[in-house]
């Protein structure tokens, strides 16, 4: 998965803001989707991404999943990322 080319990414303290410059929209992402978005963009699967998760903040293994699917399901209809 990358980033639509129509796509700026800035990192922040708090996570990561994304701007489509084509729509002028603005998306902020917590630190948890800042790092599923960063991972996802490193080619890690969802099913790693959630395993991390899992590991470093002790929830439920399904919950996790649903949550990383959840957030790549809004990158994906904000047309904020593409398949590479």
Same mark, same amino acid.
């Given at each position: 998965?990358? !980033?639509?080319?129509?796509?700026?990414?800035?990192?922040?303290?708090? /996570?990561?803001? !994304?701007?489509?410059?084509?729509?002028?929209?603005?998306?902020? !992402?917590?630190?948890?989707?800042s790092r599923v978005l960063h991972r996802l963009l490193d080619g890690e699967t969802p099913q790693g991404i959630a395993a991390g998760l899992v590991?470093?903040?002790?929830?439920?293994?399904?919950?996790?999943?649903?949550?990383?699917?959840?957030?790549? /399901?809004?990158?994906?209809?904000?047309? !904020?990322?593409?398949?590479?």
């Amino acid at each position: 998965m990358r !980033l639509h080319p129509n796509v700026s990414m800035a990192d922040t303290a708090d /996570g990561t803001v !994304l701007l489509h410059q084509r729509t002028g929209r603005y998306w902020q !992402l917590n630190t948890t989707g800042s790092r599923v978005l960063h991972r996802l963009l490193d080619g890690e699967t969802p099913q790693g991404i959630a395993a991390g998760l899992v590991t470093d903040h002790g929830i439920d293994p399904r919950r996790a999943e649903q949550d990383v699917r959840a957030v790549i /399901g809004q990158l994906r209809t904000a047309d !904020l990322v593409v398949a590479s």
